[in-house]
């Protein structure tokens, strides 16, 4: 069975930084594309940034371009996303996601929760 | 790129059928084979119930089916239960390089 378990979201101030992460027992997250996926409160899902199986690629939503980083550690089969200079606007539901060869989400994580206070 | 259009509500009585559309273009949902579909409860992850158009995961009632037809996808839910009430999102392949699947804008269904 696929797991995926997220940790790092809490309660941060505008400007400031949080880093999550998402470890998958059971499975080597190199294997797959992984990505992050947000829903702010009362909102749809949005795709906030994607990294590619072999690292190579990466994807990263317009409003998070410069500000977020995805990354993975492959020695503790854990995936990171940086999020720096966090907004208001940030504030959101994170979760991990598993994806397809055509970047489509076939597994979720449970979701960390992250608020921005202004 | 643009969200995929769904209906905001769908509503029907227990037993019902009712049908959620999700619409795009030939560049994504027309175009390819790859349409997911996504159940949601309220402060839950979202839980895959069909994926590659109208394949169910293991687990999956089969009460739900998909379907698509030219730039539109469907998920129909027969023998509509008061569990069945959640949002529910589609998500396409898109030929856009280097771009994730597009979500669709989410759909509400109430059971009356």
């Known amino acids: 069975e696929v797991q995926l378990l997220e940790s790092g979201g809490g309660l941060v101030q505008a400007g400031g930084s949080l880093r999550l992460s998402c470890t998958a027992p059971g499975f080597t997250l190199s294997t797959y594309a992984m990505g992050w996926v947000r829903q702010a409160p009362g909102k749809g899902l949005e795709w906030v940034s994607v990294?590619?199986?072999?690292?190579?690629?990466?994807f990263y939503a317009d409003s998070v371009r410069g500000r977020f980083t995805i990354s993975r550690d492959d020695y503790t089969n854990t995936l990171y996303l940086q999020m720096n200079s966090l907004r208001a606007e940030d504030t959101a539901v994170h979760y991990c996601a598993k994806l397809t060869r055509q970047w489509l989400v076939d597994h979720w994580g449970q979701g960390t929760p992250v608020t921005v206070s202004s | 790129q643009s969200a995929l259009t769904q209906p905001a509500s769908v509503s029907g009585s227990p037993g019902q059928s009712i049908t959620i559309s999700c619409t795009g273009t030939?560049?994504?949902?027309?175009?390819?084979?790859?349409v997911s579909w996504y159940q949601q409860h309220p402060g839950k992850a979202p839980k895959v119930m069909i994926y590659e158009v109208s394949n169910r995961p293991s687990g999956v009632s089969d009460r739900f089916s998909g379907s698509k037809s030219g730039n539109t996808a469907s998920l129909t839910i027969s023998g509509l239960q008061a569990e069945d009430e959640a949002d529910y999102y589609c998500i396409s392949y898109t030929s856009t390089t280097s771009q994730p699947g597009l979500f669709g804008t989410g759909t509400k269904v109430t059971v009356l």
């Open positions: 030939s560049s994504d949902v027309g175009g390819y084979k790859y």
């Open positions: 990294i590619s199986a072999s690292g190579g690629h990466t």
